[in-house]
Nanobody, 115 residues
């Protein structure tokens, strides 16, 4: 059974930084892709950043130049470095891991950016 666990959320002031980490366990396979999504109150869940097992990345326009996703393939781990945070970045951040073309989600971690 694949499990996905996030860590690293919290409260930060505008302009600050946070680093989120995500680890997937319960499989011997390398992930096809892992990524971060977020959902703010009253809004739909949206993609923040995605990285494939070949290292290709994709970012939402709203975070380009501020957020960086990175991976540790050997351990099915990814991180999201978030800099220059804005109040609009406030949301619950979810990690998604794709193995054998099935999606596995973490429980989410809260990120709050105060103005």
């Amino acid at each position: 059974q694949v499990q996905v666990v996030e860590s690293g959320g919290g409260l930060v002031q505008t302009g600050g930084s946070l680093r989120l980490s995500c680890a997937a366990s319960g499989t011997v396979f390398m992930f096809n892709a892992m990524g971060w999504y977020r959902q703010a109150p009253g809004k739909q869940r949206e993609l923040v950043a995605l990285i494939t097992n070949t290292g290709s990345t994709n970012y939402a326009d709203s975070v380009k130049g501020r957020f960086t996703i990175s991976r540790e393939n050997a351990e099915n781990k990814v991180s999201l470095q978030m800099n220059s945070l804005k109040p609009d970045d406030t949301a619950v951040y979810y990690c998604k891991a794709v193995f054998a073309y099935s999606d596995y989600w973490g429980q989410g971690t809260q990120v709050t950016v105060s103005s």
